[in-house]
């Protein structure tokens, strides 16, 4: 479902400071976040007068600094925690950058290999030098930025953050900054170290295969569906023969059940985002597929009738606020009348609105297959009368046609140097030929990730087990006869734990529910599955399906006596389907030297739609289509899998 060793999305923190050499104003928001919890400012400052910040030009090419914070960790005990920044309408370039001021008592020299050297691990979606000083290692992106920390230490560490955004509105292409600092000391646990994940390994998995690899940095967040014998997976993927390159396209894999072989085709990536939003999803339905990207203004659905051989339909929908909107987050879902729902967030400075698409096919062949689908203008289903940062969300079509969309976000407040943040968990449920019926299921101060949905039932019998994160954990929660039924309410993983993925299935006539999530363990992210064989009555148990793992390995130079090589779960990376009674999972596991991070680091300074209505020639009640002859599907080789790649897909199946 969704490259980098991020333990959670931050938690959003606007203040007030001077911005790098300009008149006093807004700084860029920057916050630091261990687990789901944001980390507290330090009262007073005790690192400026210790740290030589001339020499990583704060105060000149950054901003000089704002606030400072004091983390404890024991030596040799990992920890964890993220630094994230977003634009204020999120849209425009954004960044987060990190240098090295203290390692013990010592200024480091050598630039950014001296972080590698001191046992912390540095990450995010296509790192790179800032060329203005060599000190300092960059994450950037459209409208968020995240840059991760991870590692274990035998020395106190001090290290600078600097985040850039621009300034909503301002059309000369004025920027705001903000420097924090941060010192982590030897001493007692605190929030920012991780535990152990505790799980045995998952029992139901009655295969594991590799099915393409890449070294390219802006590879991950693949999505997943199944179509009779074939499995489809969209990727992005970069360069592979200029990995630190700043292109990625969109790589599409398709494995063949019958004959283990893996086939593919390729087309433009539209967002230029450097991988932090999920921003692309794929949908499935016998000869159909369909695949959306997101961009910054838009969002793009590609329709194939052959199962991805060829993609002949393209439409787009354009962000409805108009001039300054922006278009985050996409998921798409074909009913089992081929009817497709596609969902994004649109938003501008004033207000953010959930949208749905809806379409229906405009022709069929003599098999019965679509051959064009024509869509319906957007429509809201949600708005915020603010600005808010949305999270994916969970789109599903129950087999009696209801829609059921399962969404969140989190807003935030300013004063002075405080800020909250709350995280809305909402479902919007539409019974079929009905009304959309929206409920809040909880809130919480935090900012989560991604909640999701899964369905038992229709129309009257309809339940709908909703999945989302709170700061102890992954909560599912069973809504009926659209009420939230808080008694059977149930929490999966630890403290942590993020992007659910929730299943439902009647099993001798009572539900069982699986529930997928990424656990946050010491030595980096894992994914984990939780079951309740009769929910919610029954006892949780729970499965790991990765491992993580950070272990020391020797380098041939007296200075760096050792490195850190780090094996985790990326960034959103994974996703899961239903196929019959399986579960269906594609994963992305990176595995990297800290020190060749560093290292090896590049430097670089109207809406289309057609007319149709809902309710034309369909019957008097939902019907099914027919399965139609399958169509070959994917046909193009792809690359052999090199196991020495940073990254490796691996398909799963679970009985």
């Known amino acids: 479902m969704r490259s980098s060793l991020c333990v959670a999305l931050p938690v959003l923190l606007m203040a007030a400071c001077s911005s790098g050499g300009s008149s006093a104003g807004p700084a860029a928001p920057l916050v630091l976040q261990a687990g789901l919890e944001t980390v507290s400012a330090a009262a007073a400052d005790d690192i400026t007068p210790r740290v030589d910040l001339q020499r990583v030009g704060v105060g000149s090419l950054h901003a000089s600094p704002s606030r400072t914070y004091e983390l404890t960790t ?25 240098a090295h001021l203290l390692d013990g008592a010592v200024t480091p020299t050598g630039g950014v290999t001296s972080i590698a050297a001191a046992g912390l691990v540095v990450s995010g979606p296509g790192l790179f030098l800032d060329g ?12 968020l930025a995240r840059l991760s920390l991870r590692g274990s230490i035998e020395r106190d560490q001090v290290l600078a953050f600097t985040a850039e955004v621009p300034v909503p509105g301002d059309d000369n292409g004025a920027r705001r ?38 070294d390219a940095w802006n590879f991950g967040m693949p999505a997943i569906a199944v179509s009779g014998d074939r499995t489809s997976v969209i990727v992005y993927e970069g360069d592979r023969l200029d990995v630190t390159s700043a292109s990625r396209y969109e790589q599409r894999l398709q494995h063949d059940a019958a004959t283990n072989v893996v086939t593919g085709g390729a087309a433009l990536a539209l967002g230029t985002d450097s991988g932090n939003w999920r921003d692309h999803e794929i949908a499935a339905l016998y000869n159909v597929l369909a695949v959306a990207q997101g961009t910054q203004d838009g969002v793009t659905l590609r329709l194939s009738f052959d199962r991805g051989a060829t993609f002949p339909q393209e439409e787009a929908f354009v962000a409805v606020g108009g001039i300054g909107a922006s278009a985050r987050i996409v998921q798409t879902a074909i009913a089992a009348d081929y ?34 689908y024509s869509f319906a203008a957007p429509v809201v289903v949600h708005e915020v009368l603010q600005q808010v940062m949305p999270m994916p969300m969970g789109v599903q079509w129950s087999e009696g046609g209801d829609l059921v969309i399962g969404y969140g976000y989190s807003y935030w407040t300013m004063g002075g140097w405080t800020s909250e943040t709350v995280t809305t968990y909402r479902c919007a449920i539409r019974p079929w030929l009905g009304e959309f019926h929206d409920l809040t299921v909880d809130e919480e101060r935090m900012l989560a990730r991604d909640p999701s949905v ?22 599912v929660v069973r809504i009926t006869d659209g009420v939230v039924d808080t008694a059977s309410a149930r929490l999966a993983g630890a403290p942590g734990a993020s992007v659910p993925t929730v299943f439902a299935r009647l099993q001798d006539g009572a539900p069982r529910v699986d529930v997928f999530y990424i ?90 739609s057609g007319e149709v209505s809902s309710t034309t020639g369909l019957p008097p009640i939902f019907s099914h289509a027919s399965p139609p002859p399958l169509a070959p599907g994917m046909t193009q080789p792809v690359p052999a899998v090199d196991a020495a790649h940073r990254h490796q897909l691996r398909l799963l199946r679970l009985q």
């Open 519 to 608: 656990a946050a363990g010491q030595a980096g992210f894992e994914l984990h599955r939780s079951r309740w064989s009769v929910f919610p009555s029954s006892a949780e148990e729970q499965f790991r399906l990765t491992t993580a793992s950070m272990t020391l390995t020797a380098i041939a130079n007296p200075a760096l006596p050792y490195g850190l090589r780090v094996k985790q779960l990326a960034w959103f990376g994974y996703d899961v389907v239903q196929d019959g009674d399986d579960l269906v999972v594609v994963l992305d596991e990176e595995q990297y030297d800290a020190l060749w991070l560093c290292y090896g680091a590049p430097m670089r300074g109207s809406v289309q």
């Open 177 to 214: 900054k903000e420097t924090v600092l941060v010192e982590i000391a030897i001493g007692a646990l605190s929030p920012i170290n991780t535990a152990a994940a505790d799980a045995s390994n998952d029992p139901d998995v009655v295969s594991d295969l590799t099915i393409y690899s890449s």
């Open 74 to 98: 024991p030596a040799g005990v990992p920890f964890a925690f993220d630094v994230v920044t977003v634009a204020g309408d999120n849209a425009g370039w954004v960044s987060v950058e990190v």
């Open 132 to 143: 203005r000083n060599d000190n300092w290692l960059a994450v950037d992106g459209s409208g």
């Open 454 to 475: 899964a369905l038992l039932g229709s129309g009257n019998t309809l339940q709908v087990f909703y999945a989302y994160e709170k700061v102890a954990g992954v909560v």
């Open 339 to 372: 009817t497709l729902a596609l969902c994004y967030w649109d938003g501008d400075a004033t207000a953010s609105r959930l949208l749905l698409v809806e379409g229906w096919p405009s022709g069929f062949d003599g098999g019965g297959s679509p051959t064009g």
